[in-house]
């Protein structure tokens, strides 16, 4: 069945580092994949998403590419902040009759000062 | 967007209780969705609607009882539950079947079973 790893956390970086978070997927087909937040306390929010291979999806100074070569999209920022601080969750979803979205174990991200 | 809302967002209960969750979605969507939060787990799928009807029940048990009555509400009625219940309850929503299918969550109900 379909499968999303995500890199163990927690990630701990310096306010204005470069954040990677990789992700890569098993699936059957041709998935969608997406970014989800957590920030403390809430629901999740989803950050980005890509439907088809070799495109990038983009928002809040994130990126991530869809690699089908190597079943990845791993998530990318050039300078974090202490507010990007929260859970990621990657996430593939398939395109049958009922969509349903697989979700990675979550990879927490904390930025300092 | 934030147009999923879900209520209460904390819930204390006793094994012996019944007690429903409520999600309600102001984003014109079709396909509502229960999932389970449990900490250091994967999200987990409980049930999926679509149009009204249940169209996924990944082997929950069934002292969880989902309620579909229109596009717009989902509940979760929980009776005689267990401690190893207690988890973060998420509510999303969704334009539909097929083709990319985006979805949205609610802020979530955190669950303490007694």
């Known amino acids: 069945g379909d499968s999303v790893t995500q890199m163990e956390g927690p990630v701990t970086l310096s306010e204005e580092a470069f954040l990677t978070i990789n992700c890569t997927y098993t699936?059957?087909?041709?998935?969608?994949l997406f970014w989800y937040v957590q920030y403390p306390g809430e629901g999740l929010q989803l950050l980005l998403k890509a439907t088809k291979a070799d495109d990038k999806g983009s928002n809040k100074g994130f990126e991530a590419t869809y690699r089908k070569e190597t079943t990845s999209f791993h998530l990318e920022k050039g300078s974090v902040q202490v507010s990007d601080s929260a859970v990621y969750f990657c996430a593939l979803s398939d395109t049958g009759t009922a969509s349903k979205l697989t979700f990675g174990t979550g990879t927490r991200l904390q930025v300092t000062l | 967007e934030t147009g999923v809302t879900q209520t209460p967002r904390h819930l204390v209960m006793g094994m012996t209780n019944k007690k429903s969750l409520k999600c309600e979605q102001h984003l014109g969507h079709n396909a509502m969705y229960w999932y389970k939060q449990s900490a250091k787990k994967p999200l987990e799928l409980m049930f999926v609607?679509?149009?009204?009807?249940?169209?996924e029940n990944n082997s929950v048990p069934s002292r969880f009882s989902p309620e579909c009555p229109n596009s717009s509400h989902l509940f979760l009625h929980l009776h005689t539950l267990q401690p190893e219940d207690s988890a973060l309850y998420l509510c999303?929503?969704?334009?539909?079947?097929?083709?990319?299918?985006?979805?949205?969550f609610g802020p979530g109900t955190r669950l303490t079973v007694l």
């Open positions: 999303a929503s969704s334009k539909g079947q097929g083709d990319v299918n985006t979805q949205y």
């Open positions: 609607y679509s149009l009204e009807e249940r169209v």
């Open positions: 699936a059957t087909g041709y998935p969608s």
